[in-house]
């Protein structure tokens, strides 16, 4: 038998399987139209708590089910992380999850105290509030960013030059809630012997009703539509290529692996991809994440031969700059002076482990390095207080954290002046999904974004393919031109607008070559930030302290 629309809206169940589903779909790496269902995705969810507090549920019941819905999104969305080490997947899906449902009992509780106005408007605020926090505390994984869902369709969200990802969240989280509102109100329901709460009453498509919900979806399209249709790319040209080794970091790239294949062998496929692509005015070359695999002291880094050959490389090719990958290590003179994350070893004393970005600008010129500072939680970086809980959990990297720094670093070039307009923001994997993070390097001076990753660790699946399309939103909130040179694909290059102009195939070795545009102009996102996530937990607070005053006022 057939279930009626009734039977869907007040089923506690298939409200939270319905939602995930919704989101998923419309998640990239699904194409347009499928992000529509992102402004409908959240419904079911509102429906669900109100279902639950029409039947008199406590917090705790709505908890389960909300954290039903959200378990099922991140399974659905983001399982591929068990491809890197199993137990990683499931601590990401399990405790993302958890984290979520935090906002969502936020917006219960202040509900019941305040009312279904004050209710709805924190379900917004508060979503957005954990938002922000996810980005920039120890346990942040914001791979589900809301914001992040619109990566697929660039060209709706071009605004995200004033707003940044955030922005999108907030469109989303009102699109959803004034549907709902069409569909079933957001006010409360009257009390009466005869009333039966769960009555879902006929949808009415009148133009009253459903006018707000409409210019909620349609406005920031057609505002978008606008900016895109006007832009152009902006600063002078550069010709840059990135390289693709295409080398299994299963089994061949580091030692150990089954099929491990030798440093310098690796080296000479770089070598030999790179200078197969350069032509006289290139001026830029992009290796991948860790492409120079061995740890390397930086005390040392110019008399090691691995990058000697480079700077042999660069010496051969006047002009021409190159951003590598590196794992290094770097020691400190005592105890005191060494970081929070330092280790100590009786033969070595106290020394940092990082991921890094090293840039080689001439023969000559010194070398720079950058250190990756936005880390994945339980494989990079690992808190202190979570030492103990996960010291058993192999999350697929090192036990304990790598070392970071608290500026960006932008390469800059020691040549003269005639290319100083190529400044590089050296993003290296994860840090590429954080918004504010990027803005920083742009800040800091950077014309030209390149990223540095190696995707092969999520196989053939959506991981690889969320995490390029996620940069073409940083080039649009910061209108810079995007370089990527990923170990296993997708490498390939992203225009101001956020439209993907180059890519290379997966699982291939492969060399692309682009002349990108150096802008030096500053967004208003780039400016100022995350204004929008700032504002809602400033608003957060707010809201809850309103909540508990007017309850014990009453």
């Not at 995707?455 to 995490?467: A, E, L, R, V």
Request: aromatic content about 12%; glycine content about 8%; some cysteine.
């Amino acid at each position: 038998m057939l279930l009626s629309f009734k039977d869907f809206a007040n089923k506690p169940l298939v409200l939270a399987l319905l939602g995930p589903v919704l989101l998923w779909a419309g998640w990239p790496v699904h194409p347009a139209p499928a992000p529509l269902l992102l402004l409908v995705g959240l419904v079911p969810l509102l429906r669900l708590e109100q279902v639950l507090r029409a039947q008199g549920a406590r917090a705790v019941r709505f908890w389960r089910w909300s954290y039903l819905y959200l378990l099922v999104w991140n399974v659905l969305t983001t399982y591929w992380v068990a491809y890197s080490t199993l137990g990683g997947g499931i601590a990401a899906n399990v405790l993302n999850a958890a984290l979520q449902s935090l906002p969502l009992l936020a917006f219960w509780h202040t509900k019941r105290l305040a009312g279904p106005r004050w209710g709805y408007l924190s379900f917004v605020v508060y979503w957005l509030a954990f938002e922000q926090l996810h980005l920039s505390w120890d346990l942040s994984w914001p791979w589900l960013t809301l914001g992040n869902a619109w990566a697929m369709v660039p060209g709706w969200v071009q605004w995200y030059e004033y707003t940044g990802q955030l922005g999108g969240s907030l469109w989303a989280l009102l699109s959803n809630l004034t549907v709902f509102g069409a569909l079933f109100g957001l006010k409360s329901w009257p009390a009466g012997p005869d009333f039966d709460p769960l009555v879902v009453a006929r949808p009415s498509f009148s133009l009253g009703r459903w006018a707000v919900p409409f210019a909620a979806v349609v406005l920031p399209l057609l505002i978008s539509f606008a900016i895109g249709a006007r832009w152009q790319e902006k600063g002078p040209a550069a010709e840059v290529v990135v390289v693709q080794p295409n080398i299994d970091p299963f089994q061949e790239k580091f030692e150990g692996g089954a099929k491990y294949i030798p440093a310098e062998q690796q080296l000479n496929r770089l070598v030999q991809q790179t200078e197969s692509a350069l032509t006289p005015n290139t001026r830029l070359v992009l290796w991948p994440e860790t492409a120079l695999e061995e740890t390397h002291w930086e005390n040392s880094l110019s008399a090691l031969p691995d990058v000697r050959r480079v700077q042999g490389l660069v010496a051969a090719h006047p002009g021409l700059r190159l951003i590598t990958g590196i794992t290094t290590v770097g020691s400190y003179p005592s105890k005191e002076a060494a970081s929070p994350t330092a280790r100590f070893r009786d033969d070595l004393g106290y020394y940092d482990v990082f991921n890094a970005a090293l840039h080689v600008g001439s023969p000559t010129a010194p070398l720079q390095t950058y250190h990756k500072s936005k880390l994945v939680p339980g494989v990079e970086k690992v808190p202190g207080w979570l030492n103990s809980a996960l010291g058993t959990i192999d999350l697929g990297g090192v036990v304990g954290s790598y070392g970071s720094q608290d500026q960006r670093t932008v390469f800059r070039s020691a040549a003269p002046a005639t290319d100083s307009t190529l400044r590089v923001a050296p993003v290296i994997c994860y840090e590429s999904i954080y918004s504010d993070y990027v803005s920083e390097y742009v800040r800091n001076g950077a014309t030209l974004i390149g990223i540095i990753t190696n995707d092969g660790w999520w196989s053939d699946s959506p991981g690889y393919k969320q995490h390029l399309t996620y940069g073409r939103l940083r080039a649009i909130e910061t209108r810079r031109d995007i370089a990527r040179a990923a170990n296993t694909g997708i490498s390939g290059f992203i225009n101001q607008r956020g439209d993907i102009v180059q890519q290379t195939g997966w699982w291939v070795p492969a060399v692309s070559r682009y002349t990108v545009h150096l802008n030096d102009e500053l967004t208003f996102y780039t400016r100022h930030g995350e204004l929008l996530g700032h504002a809602a937990q400033v608003l957060a607070v707010l809201l809850i302290g309103f909540a508990v005053v007017r309850r014990f006022v009453k």
